[in-house]
């Protein structure tokens, strides 16, 4: 399967040590994910995204533009193939407008379901389905359910809309699909819908079966006494107002000093422009 890494915060945060030097940062883990990658930063709250069919871990790219990118918002994404061949348009993250998203997962018996599912893509995003992955396809179902309740172009969406709208997404797709795996149950071929979208200002991620952990607080923060955005919740859990200066998602947690979460199946988090952090447990059918 693939890894995912997104990332919001506050503050124009450079990600480098994320995705190349920790541990067990995107680049190492590409040694098991070598179709490809892809990284999506927003600068002035437009994205800018860089693909690859290159594995990571030996792409000169990955590392030249991981210790340049310096954003508010980041989506990156490793790709292990289960539809769709190695090309540029198969690879994640995908785009629509300002919207990215990166998936991490599978639809299974893909080629089945998939007229289903293109009937019910809305005829204006429908066109820029460019690909053959189940994870594009995915993406502009997702996009459909928005469109009908909300502006698309509208750089303040309501998180809480969002959300709910995402929710309902869901669980039409789960209806098509059938039940859903947890990662320790399943296999590669069964249905996983862990993805991250983010518009910008607002960054939501799903556990859809296959693992993801969230950060917003570190155990101490290496700048705390140099960087003008440092509050007591860069060390803490949110307080009752639940505004956070960072959130980071990863498939796997990262070394270094952020406190990982693990997700729920079936649940929602993310944050929107005032970046208080919001949770959905959703009632998805999982094995």
């Known amino acids: 399967m693939c890894r995912i890494f997104g990332f919001r915060s506050v503050l124009l945060s450079k990600v480098h040590s994320s995705l190349v030097s920790a541990e067990n940062a995107l680049m190492s883990q590409s040694k098991r994910h070598p179709d490809g990658w892809g990284l999506a930063y927003y600068i002035a709250e437009t994205p800018h995204i860089v693909k690859s069919t290159n594995t990571a871990e030996t792409d000169e790219l990955f590392k030249k533009l991981s210790g340049i990118v310096s954003s508010q918002t980041v989506l990156a994404h490793i790709r292990k193939a289960t539809h769709g061949k190695l090309s540029l348009t198969n690879t994640h993250p995908f785009q629509y407008g300002k919207w990215t998203f990166a998936h991490n997962g599978n639809i299974k018996n893909f080629h089945g379901v998939k007229e289903e599912m293109l009937k019910r893509i809305s005829p204006n995003v429908s066109p820029y389905y460019l690909g053959e992955t189940d994870s594009e396809l995915f993406f502009h179902f997702l996009l459909t359910y928005l469109e009908k309740e909300m502006d698309l172009h509208d750089p303040n969406p309501c998180i809480t809309k969002s959300m709910e709208i995402l929710g ?16 320790d149950m399943g296999v ?48 803490a859990l949110p ?28 649940e929602l988090v993310g944050v929107a422009r005032n970046m208080v952090l919001d949770h959905r447990q959703l009632n998805l059918n999982f094995a």
Not at 168 to 183: F, M, P, Y
Not at 246 to 266: A, C, D, T, V
């Open 239 to 266: 307080d009752e107002s639940g505004k956070v200066n960072h959130l980071i998602f990863s498939s796997e947690p990262l070394q270094g000093e952020n406190i990982w979460i693990k997700m729920k199946p079936g």
């Open 188 to 235: 590669p071929t069964d249905n996983y819908l862990t993805f991250v979208i983010a518009n910008g200002p607002m960054m939501i991620g799903l556990n859809g079966g296959m693992s993801l952990y969230y950060s917003t607080h570190k155990k101490r923060c290496p700048e705390r006494d140099t960087c003008s955005s440092f509050t007591a919740s860069c060390e």
């Open 168 to 183: 309902h997404a869901l669980e039409d797709l789960n209806q098509i699909i059938g039940t859903l795996n947890i990662k």
